[in-house]
Each structure stands twice: as C-alpha cells, then as structure tokens.
C-alpha cells in the first residue's frame, strides 16, 4: 500500500511506475494489494475413515472419505460486489517426498518427486469467495530394511480470473512496482518457482491452518 501512495497512481509517477499512470492499471494493482488471496492446506474436519456410503448421510460420501482439505480463498468477490465476476484455476499435485538415512540413523539425502499432471480432487465445493477441494493422502512410509522414508505433500497452484467491463484481469497481481504485465508465459502454473506474479501457492499465500 505504501508503494502504491508513494508511486502518486494518479499524479506525476516516477519513470520506474509510469504504466500507473493508466487508471484501470493502477485499480487493478490497488485490487491486488487488498484481494487476501490464501491457501489453506489442512485435515478435513468431515473426514471419516470408515465413511460408508448413504444417501441420507448429511455429508456425501465424497467428502468424509477424503482425510484432506484445500480451501482458495480470496477477498475480490465482496470487494467488487457487481462490477465483474472470479473464477478460480486451480492446480493440486501430490508430490512424494524420500528421505534415505545411515546406518547411523541420519538423513543424507532427499529426494522429492512433483507429478506433470493435476490431481483430481475426489469432491469439490465451489462458494462466492472460495474453492474447496477434497483430496486423500497416503500415510507417510517407514521401511527400516532400506533405511528411507517416504511423505507426500501438497503443492497447489491457483489462479483469481476477473471477468469485468475493463477487461480480464489474473490474481495475484504483481507487486506495485513490478511492471511484470500477464503473458503466455504465466498461462499454465510453474511448479519450480514460487512467489511468481499471477498464480498464488501453498508457502507464498499459506494462510493459518496449513499443515
């Protein structure tokens, strides 16, 4: 916000922030500073591990046989009211994580593993501010006989899509003096980086919960 106030958006802007000087750019990045975009990833408190299926149940069966919960979140929706809609792109891979020790009992080496392809979510729940997204994680595996241990986690990558009258704009926005504009190269989620411009994750946006 302080770099916002400080590049004068509606006045003489320094050469180093002149695309602010474009109204609709400088509403796009004052939106980006206050869209609140978060990943939660967490237990879900509906998980049953021996959920059975019931039509009558009160939760589908989808959603309490799934032990994990990835909640996108972000604010534009009650920021903007009617003035354009969000959709949400997201992207949830399990990556398996293997640790090999000594005979000592120390860890020497990691390996960790990121799928080329989206996992599919067993259930999902979409709300006006938020995509729920209901997915099982294996239990972490021990095996003394070969001296590693495997883990998996979750990597999520997410997109905020405004569909508005000034056009389409992808959250997150840049920083406030990152001229970075949106390009073919931000289309698809990149899952060697982190804490790029137009696609939230799991550690740059962790929101409390995050496990």
């Known amino acids: 916000m302080d770099d916002l106030l400080s590049a004068e958006t509606f006045g003489t802007a320094g050469a180093d922030v002149q695309y602010l000087r474009d109204p609709q750019e400088a509403f796009y990045r004052l939106l980006g500073v206050f869209a609140g975009n978060s990943i939660v990833v967490g237990r879900n408190p509906f998980f049953e591990p021996k959920a059975k299926l019931d039509s009558r149940a009160e939760v589908p069966h989808s959603v309490g046989s799934a032990d994990t919960l990835i909640r996108i979140e972000?604010?534009?929706?009650?920021?903007?009211?009617?003035?354009?809609?969000?959709?949400?792109?997201?992207?949830?891979?399990?990556?398996?994580?293997?640790?090999?020790?000594?005979?000592?009992?120390?860890?020497?080496?990691?390996?960790?593993?990121?799928?080329t392809m989206c996992s599919i979510p067993k259930a999902q729940r979409l709300y006006s501010d938020s995509l729920e997204l209901y997915f099982s994680t294996p239990p972490a595996n021990i095996d003394?006989?070969?001296?590693?241990?495997?883990?998996?986690?979750?990597?999520?990558?997410?997109?905020?899509?405004?569909?508005?009258?000034?056009?389409?704009?992808?959250?997150?926005?840049?920083?406030?003096?990152?001229?970075?504009?949106?390009?073919?190269?931000?289309?698809?989620?990149?899952?060697n980086k982190i804490e790029l411009p137009f696609w939230a994750d799991e550690q740059t946006h962790k929101a409390s919960g995050n496990e």
């Open 74 to 115: 972000n604010r534009l929706p009650g920021l903007l009211g009617s003035l354009g809609s969000v959709d949400i792109e997201a992207d949830c891979r399990l990556c398996e994580k293997v640790t090999y020790y000594s005979i000592k009992g120390s860890p020497y080496s990691t390996d960790i593993q990121t799928p």
């Open 144 to 191: 003394p006989s070969t001296f590693k241990t495997r883990n998996w986690y979750w990597a999520v990558r997410a997109q905020f899509v405004l569909q508005g009258r000034g056009g389409v704009r992808y959250f997150p926005a840049p920083e406030v003096k990152d001229p970075t504009t949106y390009g073919p190269a931000y289309a698809k989620a990149n899952f």
